[in-house]
Every structure is written in C-alpha cells, then in structure tokens.
C-alpha cells in the first residue's frame, strides 16, 4: 500500500493521510445537505438526492486518488447545483430529467477529451505565473467563503459588503475556532486544522450553537427516484437551449476542475517543471465521477477546493482520497451526526486554507506588467465574482492581448489563442 501511494517519494504516513481524509470530508461534508436542499427545489426527490450525492462522492473520491494518487476530494459542485436548479430548470423551465440528461452528455464528452489528453494538454500550456495566480486566487475564493460562513462578511447594499454581528452566537463560535486553529497552527501542532474543528463543535455543543444529534444511525434513503432517469430521455436534449446548457456544464466544470487541481498540486509540492504528473488520469477520473452522478442522479461533480483542508493536514497521496471516500461511506449510514458540521465549524479551517494557499503569489513575476495585470485580474476576479471558472477565463483573455503588446505573441501557446476566442465568445454569448 506504502509503495502504491508513493508514502516515501512524498513523506508521509499513514496517520498523516487518514487524518487529511478526515479533516477534508469535515470540509466538504456539507454538500450531503445542501446539495439535496437546492436539487430538491428542481422536483427532485430529497432523499434519493442525499444517496445520490454520497455515492457520487465515493466514486470520483476512489477514482482521483487510486488512478491519479492524488489527494482531493470530488462531489457535486457547489454553484453547478444552484445553474442545474434556478437557472435551467426554474429560469428556462426544462424538467429535471432532462436537464439531468444534460449533466449526462457534458460528462461524456468529459470523458472523451480527457481520453484525448485535451483537457491535460490545456492544463499543461498554461503559462506558470497564470497558474500561481490560480492556485492564489483560489485562496482568496476559499477565504472569502470561510469569512461568509463565519458571518464576518456579510452583504450590504450600499457597500456591497460589510462586517457582521461581531456580537452574533455563531459568528463569536467561529471566531472562537478560527483562534483555536490558528494558535495551534502558529505552535506548529499537526493536524492543527482538524483539531480546531473538533474544538469548534464540542465548544459548540455546550453553548447550545449546535444540535446533539438525537440519533446515530439513520435509513439509507432509495436511490429509485433518480436513478438511470438520464437513459430515458436522450433523446430530449437536441434543442438549441439544451447544447447551451450542456456547454454552461461543460465551460464551468472544466476550468472549475482545473483550478482545483492546480491549486491542490501546487499545494502539495506535486507540480513539476510546470506540469501536474498524471494529470489525465485525474481528469479522467472527475469526468467519470461525472458521469456515474448523472447515472445516480445528481448534477455534475468536480474536484472540491476544500481539498486544500486536507493537504494543509498533510496530505500527499491518493490514500488521502480513499480516506474520503470511506467517510462518505459511513456518513450514508450515519447521516443525523452530519447535522454537528455546520458552517461555523468548517469556517476557520477555510479561513486559515485560503490563507496557506495564498502564499502562491509569491512566485508570480511581480516585474513583469505584462504578467501582473492578468493574474491580478485572475486572482481578484474569483471571490469578486464567486467563481472560480470566471477569474480564470478573465486572465485568460488578458493574458494574450498583454503579449502580444509587446510583440511577444510567439511566446504564447496557439491553444491559449483558441481559450481566448472562446472565452470572449462564452462571455458574449451567456
């Protein structure tokens, strides 16, 4: 097993491994509820959707970290579930099966260019101060939504936004956690991050913040409501609004995906010479992770940003993704405990992961303007905009122009010529 995940290559143990699992399940655990909070409002049945969403995770969790021995975390995306859900099927009126069967389709083409080495190719031309300015601007991203959760940063119409109720119970438990973390971080104790979410919940529970669940165990809810839905109306999908909403999937997904993975293999010391090792294995893994979801019946999955938890535990190696995936396991049997993990108890941990992963700024070449300015753009458009995708397409269209300026357009890959047309067009056209 040691030899199969590389423990010596990368220097790690298995403590270390289990515990990143566990510190990036507690991350990402909030999907099993929210997820089937926002589906559901599609029609969809809430406990099929709750199954759906556990197995999605332990698919495309197994896959990325056996396949691609990479310590990250896939479920359905947040962000992807609320498009599925207001803008395509309340928005534009289309049944959940159908636009269902759109996540289907996305995920098969998915799979076939990652098959191709399309999407590791395009992964791979982006020019490495872009990528620093990914990883980066995902910390911020990440910040950003720990801060929300937390209540520290709420919205204001005249400000946009603005500090919240300092005085509020939830907010002081963060608050409370976010010091805990950070004490133990600065002491240079292990696994400092998961602690100071133990502490969070327990302190939680004595002040009365969080619920003591009444029970441990609960009911599997069937997966008959949803499942192999998409096999029955293939033939649905060859209207104008579907291609449109298949290509929504299709641009979000990708790069929301590939900001992941470089945020994550930057993180993890796994980059090399600019490029991610096996970087088609793990695509084709969150592809096919996408299409099992479809099939289960959720919308599409990606690679989750909270992975970031993980590896700040130190997690290394796709043992860390095998850990996940056991925990989603056991969380279908023991869904009421997941009421403890709240969004104050996952805040700090955000917080404090926005924070490490920022430090990928540094590499950038600050002297260069031509490189300043789109990873700048990159880097504040993603908590500006909240989204990943979006910061990433801007620096993408800035990038070229920004060279070509300086006559320097040779020194740009032609792909990221093809990326900026499309960018320029998906903006024009969405």
């Known amino acids: 097993m040691k030899r199969f995940f590389q423990f010596a290559e990368r220097g790690t143990t298995y403590r270390t491994e289990t515990l990143a699992g566990v510190t990036t399940f507690l991350s990402m655990a909030y999907i099993l509820v929210v997820n089937p909070i926002i589906l559901s409002q599609a029609g969809m049945d809430k ?15 197994l896959l990325i970290g056996i396949l691609a021995n990479f310590p990250i975390g ?93 005085s509020s119970p939830a907010t002081l438990l963060a608050v409370f956690g976010f010091i805990i973390t950070l004490m133990m971080l600065v002491k240079g104790i292990k ?82 010479n600019n490029q991610i090792p096996n970087a088609g294995r793990a695509l084709l893994a969150d592809s096919a992770s996408g299409v099992a979801g479809a099939i289960f019946g959720t919308s599409t999955t990606a690679s989750f940003v909270e992975s970031s938890a993980g590896v700040a535990v130190g997690g290394r190696t796709g043992f860390t993704s095998v850990v996940i995936a056991i925990c989603f396991t056991i969380a279908l049997f023991f869904s009421p405990v997941l009421s403890v993990i709240t969004p104050e108890v996952t805040a700090p941990a955000l917080i404090i992961v926005g924070a490490l992963m920022a430090t990928e700024v540094r590499h950038i070449n600050w002297n260069r303007l031509e490189v300043v300015i789109p990873s700048f753009v990159t880097i504040i458009m993603m908590p500006l905009t909240f989204s990943v995708a979006t910061g990433i397409a801007l620096g993408f269209i800035l990038y070229p122009f920004a060279m070509i300026s300086l006559k320097k357009w040779k020194e740009v890959h032609p792909i990221m010529y093809i990326l900026c047309g499309l960018f320029i067009l998906y903006f024009a056209f969405s």
């Open 47 to 61: 406990g099929a959707l709750f199954t759906a969403t556990a197995l999605s995770a332990i698919v495309g969790s």
């Open 74 to 166: 896939i479920a359905p995306s947040m962000g992807l579930n609320s498009f599925f859900t207001f803008s395509v099927c309340i928005g534009m009126g289309v049944p959940w099966e159908i636009a269902l069967t759109g996540v289907f389709i996305a995920g098969i083409i998915f799979m076939i260019l990652s098959v191709m080495k399309i999407r590791e190719k395009i992964i791979n031309v982006i020019p490495k101060d872009l990528k620093f300015a990914i990883a980066g601007g995902i910390g911020f991203f990440v910040a950003f939504i720990g801060f929300k959760n937390a209540g520290l940063v709420v919205s204001n119409p005249e400000t946009f936004v603005s500090i919240g109720d300092l």
């Open 191 to 272: 696994g400092g991050i998961f602690y100071g979410m133990v502490a969070t919940t327990v302190i939680g529970m004595i002040v009365g913040k969080i619920d003591v669940p009444h029970s441990v165990i609960g009911k599997v809810p069937s997966l008959e409501p949803t499942f192999g839905v998409v096999f029955t109306h293939l033939g649905d999908i060859f209207t104008f609004e579907i291609l449109a909403v298949i290509f929504t999937f299709l641009f979000v997904a990708f790069f929301d995906t590939a900001g992941a993975l470089i945020a994550v293999a930057s993180q993890a010391g796994i980059m090399k």
